[in-house]
């Protein structure tokens, strides 16, 4: 009877375990399981600590612990998503190079804000201790754009990037290929810290927490699997950059029903906060016409006669400044008159002069501004009317061309889960 009772009792406890195995839970990118599901070899154990210290990781086939993605430093996480791209203003140019069409843009982030003087005079700071002089140079940029033979700005030539007053200013007089160089620059700085920051600590990192980080462009990187590195900063392209001006997610109030369009990164026509405590204040610095850039001492309109701080202002639905008015910012497209006809409605962007070749345009001839070095900039600026602040509007300049009007701001792709770490 003791037999009969024992290998019921066994039976029962065999089945339950293959009806747990059964059941388990669903596996993830973030918790893929300690076996493989193809082989079912165990994965090797990431060592940690002391252990990591003595020795190489155990043989076999190692899945490092995964988080998800973390947020790189100023960066704002930007759910991807349909929305409808072109101008919503009238075409007053007559231009017609934005008309509207419906795509879908991939989750993304980008910075909360635009990139200040502090920040490239940091990048400065860097490329004169590791890159050669020529290029430290290169990367100046070009304080000139404030000299008007009609306009006193000189203190702004002399004293715009560098005084202390003007840290958190956004950064004017760059080109679209200094853009790009400053968002490589921080790729590898940001990869470099937090190589340093996931290496094992020893005893003489405890006695001395100083110790500087490798510099950004020593080769520090870790290896992408380790999930403890970034993927590369860059200029957002112009698909991005008018979705997250336009944060259309405020609008939304059901299912996919959203309630409005938007000219501006905020609901409504008027430039003016419409209620609360700070009614009738300015949503954005840009001039309200001719010759008035600031409004009248005492009750100055939005503050700003230039540029004015980058957290100034509130921020749009997404958490994003700025993104209409202070400084007009470099995107990362070629511009074409007829981009919104040659497109792919899933990530739109124009790399090169596919499909609208340079040759089909007669600059040699003078008919035309059109080659393969005018790039986008978008979102209005200081010295610009309201027109331009609506995300759909477009203009375009010589990528190695700067002015006091154009900064930027830098992007980069979403991978997989959204962590919750940032750094």
């Known amino acids: 009877?003791?037999?009969?009772?024992?290998?019921?009792?066994?039976?029962?406890?065999?089945?339950?375990?293959?009806?747990?195995?059964?059941?388990?839970?669903?596996?993830?990118?973030?918790?893929?399981?300690?076996?493989?599901?193809?082989?079912g070899?165990?994965?090797?154990?990431e060592k940690k600590g002391r252990k990591a210290r003595r020795g190489p990781a155990n043989e076999g086939f190692q899945v490092n612990s995964f988080k998800g993605q973390p947020a790189g430093p100023n960066l704002v996480y930007i759910e991807g998503g349909r929305f409808t791209m072109g101008t919503v203003e009238e075409d007053i140019a007559y231009s017609r190079d934005n008309l509207e069409r419906t795509v879908t843009v991939s989750s993304f982030y980008m910075d909360e804000t635009e990139i200040s003087n502090l920040n490239w005079l940091e990048y400065l700071y860097s490329v004169q201790r590791d890159s050669s002089q020529e290029f430290y140079e290169s990367a100046l940029p070009d304080t000139t754009v404030w000299m008007n033979k009609l306009?006193?700005?000189?203190?702004?030539?002399?004293?715009?990037?560098?005084?202390?007053?003007?840290?958190?200013?956004p950064v004017v007089g760059v080109t679209w290929v200094q853009a790009s160089d400053y968002c490589k620059w921080r790729t590898r700085a940001v990869n470099s810290e937090m190589a340093m920051r996931a290496a094992p600590k020893t005893r003489k990192n405890r006695r001395n927490p100083t110790t500087q980080a490798p510099q950004a462009r020593v080769e520090s990187r870790l290896a992408i699997e380790t999930g403890n590195v970034?993927?590369?900063?860059?200029?957002?392209?112009?698909?991005?950059?008018?979705?997250?001006?336009?944060?259309?997610?405020?609008?939304?109030?059901?299912?996919?029903?959203?309630?409005?369009?938007?000219?501006?990164?905020?609901?409504?026509?008027?430039?003016?906060t419409p209620k609360g405590s700070?009614?009738?204040?300015?949503?954005?610095?840009?001039?309200?016409?001719?010759?008035?850039?600031?409004?009248?001492?005492?009750?100055?309109?939005?503050?700003?006669?230039?540029?004015m701080e980058v957290y100034d202002f509130p921020p749009n639905d997404f958490g994003l400044y700025n993104m209409a008015?202070?400084?007009?910012?470099?995107?990362?497209?070629?511009?074409?008159?007829?981009?919104?006809?040659?497109?792919n409605d899933l990530n739109p962007i124009r790399r090169n002069d596919y499909m609208d070749e340079e040759s089909l345009y007669d600059k040699?001839?003078?008919?035309?501004?059109?080659?393969?070095?005018?790039?986008?900039?978008?979102?209005?600026?200081?010295?610009?009317?309201?027109?331009?602040?609506?995300?759909?509007?477009?203009?375009?300049?010589?990528?190695?061309s700067a002015t006091a009007t154009i900064g930027f701001r830098c992007a980069m792709i979403a991978i997989g889960p959204k962590g919750k770490r940032k750094l």
């Open 278 to 307: 700070k009614k009738g204040a300015m949503l954005a610095n840009f001039k309200r016409g001719r010759g008035d850039f600031a409004g009248i001492a005492g009750r100055s309109n939005d503050g700003g006669i230039i540029t």
């Open 1 to 39: 009877m003791k037999r009969i009772l024992f290998s019921s009792i066994t039976g029962a406890l065999a089945l339950s375990l293959v009806l747990s195995g059964c059941s388990s839970k669903k596996r993830t990118s973030i918790d893929p399981g300690r076996n493989s599901n193809a082989t």
């Open 364 to 400: 040699k001839g003078f008919n035309t501004l059109i080659d393969n070095k005018l790039r986008v900039y978008k979102g209005g600026s200081w010295n610009d009317v309201a027109y331009w602040l609506s995300p759909g509007t477009r203009r375009y300049l010589n990528q190695d």
């Open 151 to 169: 306009s006193f700005n000189d203190q702004y030539t002399e004293q715009y990037l560098r005084y202390p007053g003007f840290r958190l200013y």
């Open 325 to 343: 008015g202070n400084v007009n910012e470099w995107v990362i497209d070629l511009y074409r008159p007829n981009s919104f006809q040659d497109v």
């Open 230 to 272: 970034l993927p590369s900063y860059r200029l957002p392209t112009e698909a991005e950059w008018e979705y997250a001006a336009k944060a259309m997610v405020g609008t939304q109030y059901m299912d996919e029903n959203q309630s409005n369009q938007r000219i501006y990164p905020w609901d409504g026509s008027s430039l003016r």
């Open 41 to 45: 070899i165990a994965y090797a154990k």
